[in-house]
């Protein structure tokens, strides 16, 4: 079974054993949730190449990989 096929027949059964009103809640929490996540995630995308940069300006050494001064900045902040 694919998820086109699944998704119809698990929002019947939600419906079934839920109801109507607390399916549409649960429905909207889980969008709410889902909508949370997506901005979290573009907030770390639109970030993480500041940090990079940043910590390659601040740590940069002549003799020093970019791998290596990227990895001793991540363990350093953990």
């Known amino acids: 079974m694919g998820l ?15 109801g109507p009103k607390r399916m549409q809640a649960l429905l909207g929490h889980i969008a709410r949730a889902k909508a949370e996540l997506h901005k979290a995630s573009r907030g770390i995308k639109s970030q993480l190449p500041g940090e990079i940069k940043g910590a390659l300006q601040a740590r940069r050494s002549d003799d020093e990989p970019p791998s290596e001064v990227i990895a001793k900045t991540v363990y350093e902040k953990a």
Do not use: H, K, N
Request: hydrophobic share 65%; glycine share 14%; net charge negative.
């Open 4 to 18: 086109g096929t699944e998704l119809p027949l698990l929002l019947a059964f939600g419906f079934v054993v839920l």
